[in-house]
């Protein structure tokens, strides 16, 4: 571990008055957990905010966003859920075993492509060197520095973004919506929330590309929902919250046509593909998000004018679902970051952050 390295990672980082800060007892964390953890991590997460790397690299914060205070390996439970059942099924590729086995890998940070662990052993955690992976458990590196020298080699190099910190939750007043008067199979019909979303957003900069949606629609066969064509017209692909949002864009990683294909190899993988159908097929999920735990957000296609089509949310092994049948894309963005009355998707708590938007800038 490098004291210079903490100090130069804590001078990249700026600290707005309205941030949101983790208060962790670590010695609560190290006891639940049967081990230390190293220096500059504990330093990171007491002398900065809370915050991301844009989204590519989440720091694990105990407590925080809802996770019980002393549970150090609950925000990432799904990863390591999903760490165990493919490592059992023979997907993926396991090199090290996963702590608390010996000399296994622990996880200290997440994101859209990557996880980030360290090899822990029985020497001083300040020693642990950081191990990469990409999300579905395939390439793996061993890294010769630790988390504090990856960090900031990593964002010498161009390879992260500046971080971001978290803003303060803050009490909203809320009132609950009018009843939507028109049913679909009893249920309320999706609504168009799309200038909400983006008013809480911010009034972002507008999308640096004029999108051909006709193009677009033509290619992908199929008419795609108002509110998501209002939203990247108005702020384009990038992350609300920490859930990538697909779109026309350049990068494979965000591209809603080119993305197809994850979520169907997943369900292959799963032993699934009997069972659930994807674009283009009739009534197949179009996928138009990621959360950064790997969970893929949907629209389920069954009825014939996109503007009634509601979310899915399938957790990355598709082994486990949850259908929102009253949501369109926006309603659930602002359900999903409090905007409007939070809920948990699948597992875990309701996003506490406040929402948040970072554009997607494909160089």
């Known amino acids: 571990m490098s004291a210079e390295a903490i100090n130069r990672l804590l001078a990249t980082i700026t600290s707005p008055r309205d941030a949101m800060w983790a208060q962790v007892d670590w010695q609560a964390v190290q006891e639940r957990l049967g081990t230390a953890l190293p220096f500059d991590f504990k330093a990171f997460v007491d002398q900065a905010p809370a915050g991301t790397f844009s989204n590519e690299l989440l720091p694990n914060y105990p407590g925080l966003l809802g ?205 699934l593909a009997e069972h659930v159908s994807f674009h283009p097929s009739r009534h197949g999920l179009l996928c138009w998000g990621r959360r950064a735990d790997g969970t893929y957000l949907s629209w389920k296609t069954v009825k014939n004018d996109p503007q009634h089509w509601t979310v899915v949310a399938f957790l990355p092994h598709m082994r486990s679902q949850q259908s929102f049948d009253d949501m369109s894309f926006s309603t659930f963005l602002l359900r999903y970051s409090g905007v409007l009355t939070p809920m948990a998707v699948i597992i875990g708590e309701p996003w506490q952050a406040g929402i948040t938007f970072s554009p997607h800038n494909c160089s």
Request: proline share 10%; with cysteine; aromatic share 12%.
């Open 67 to 271: 996770y019980p205070a002393n549970d150090y390996l609950a925000p990432h439970a799904h990863i390591l859920n999903t760490f165990v059942r493919w490592r059992h099924s023979g997907d993926g590729n396991f090199p090290f075993p996963l702590y608390p086995e010996p000399q296994g890998v622990l996880l200290w940070a997440s994101g859209n492509s990557s996880c980030y662990w360290w090899l822990t052993g029985p020497k001083d955690p300040n020693e642990w060197k950081v191990v990469t992976c990409d999300r579905s458990f395939n390439h793996w590196r061993t890294h010769e520095a630790g988390m504090a020298q990856f960090v900031v080699a990593e964002l010498d190099a161009g390879r992260l973004a500046r971080f971001k910190p978290y803003p303060a939750a803050k009490p909203r007043p809320f009132e609950p919506a009018k009843a939507n008067e028109q049913t679909f199979y009893g249920l309320p019909l999706p609504r168009d929330d799309s200038e909400a979303l983006i008013g809480a957003i911010g009034s972002p900069a507008p999308a640096s590309r004029r999108i051909d949606w006709a193009a677009l629609e033509t290619r992908l066969g199929t008419a795609l929902p108002s509110d998501y064509k209002a939203f990247m017209d108005g702020c384009g692909t990038g992350c609300v919250c920490d859930i990538t949002i697909l779109g026309p864009d350049p990068c494979e990683s965000h591209n809603l046509v080119a993305s197809q294909a994850g979520q169907a190899a997943a369900a292959e993988n799963a032993g």
